[in-house]
């Protein structure tokens, strides 16, 4: 068998300069990849002839009778990369974008590049990145830097976590001190500021020396079109109940009726309509704002001690028959659930909201492991996972790297991930809806340390996401990663371990 693949590799000329056969250095992984007869120099693909055709029919006679579900088929490719010019067919505009990503990697990544012909299709149809921008603010272009990594390695989902309790991130209109105070504090690394005893004080816009920033309308309008060419969906978190101490500094009666609002200075107060009427009409704006048919309405470690105590929390409670606070979080998640669905859009929500029952349709981020999402699973949810030991990026990759927090999330760790795990059954796998590296930042303050952060892990997610079980392979994957950290670098990424200055 060896000996007639190094034969056939010999004919098709797909031979490095040590005689060894040429491998794809791809990430993520294809599902076929052939090679053909000759070389390309890489430097001549982007201009060869390129023949596109977008056709179902097409392609399915490609795949010669394997069965995709129709968002795989909207996303498949099939490519050939000859001398004289490329062939792609995919059944929509999404696979021919990600035919061109895998020829611009090919080209990126070689001097030259074999002729080939590959078949692709993804795993996963969530492969998505969350970038924390709350407790450190990057800004546009480096959002926008990163969607562009993302979509040369084909993945598809940007989570937007854009407020949080050091601060709020996008422009709200009816509400504009959440931008005009709560975006901007005198401290800028989020540790000092929040050890600090002035304790998380925000300062007016203008102030000299304040540090933040936040998203005009514009601006998000930008970065959507900008990942809406790249096939990313932009999915944007607004914080309920917990993570709310910048809410409730620029709008303290969203707090509970308790003396300075509750020792706690965490939550929303669920007791009072006027928390409904801010929360939705700040919901509205964001829906006016991002088309995804998904809000993540976050939902994670709220604590819930103030709502013990605030009579308009037992109020509500009693009204609507609810024995604890955790029911308390249930009903208001399954209200403002109610809300998206009035316009349109389906929730997320971290793991917790499991918590006093999960609101009919909700989809379940899994952060804590995988035993909360295996649980949505069962009871037929949808889910995401994002383990935080194995996919928070957060955490760092080397004891020995700068700021090391956290529990160790190497590089092959992150890659050991399976997010189907054998207990979900055939009939349930369509619940699992994909994976996502999660980076928050509450020690990461610089644009490069962030990127340091995400790469190369950020490539071990899209293989994750993208390619076939079978196609994993570490040593391989780990070869592949070296080789496309070499090329971001070049590109001006920093990627771990940086380069010394
Ligand atoms: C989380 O890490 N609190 C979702
Ligand atoms: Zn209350």
Redesign the pocket.
Known sequence: MKRIFIALALVCGAMSAKGQPQPTNLIPAPVEYSVHSGNIAANKVAGLHEKVRISEKALLRLLEGKKLADWQLKSAYWLELGKKGVKIVAADEEGVFYARQTLKMMASLDSTVSCCAILDWPRFRYRGVMLDESRHFQGKDFVKKQLEMMALLKMNRFHFHLVDNPGWRVQIDAYPRLTKLTAWRPVSFFWDWEKNEIGGLFVEEGTPGAYGGYYTKQDIADILSFANERHIEVIPEIEMPG?NYETRAAYPELACSLPNGGKDPWELCPGKESTFDFLEKVLLEVFDMFPSKYIHI?G??ARKNNWKLCPDCQARMQAEGLKSVEELQSYMIRRMERFAHAHGKRIIG???ILQGGLAPDATV?S?HGTEAGLRAVKEEHDVIF?P?HYL?LDHHQDPAQFRPVGRQVSLEKVYSFNPMAESISEADAHHVLGVQG?L?TEHVQDAWHAEMMLYPRVFAIAETGWSQPEKKNWPDFERRASVLSAVARKWGYTVYPPLPH
């Open positions: 993570h976050g994670d470690e971290w793991d917790e981020m952060w994002t935080t928070y999660c928050w």
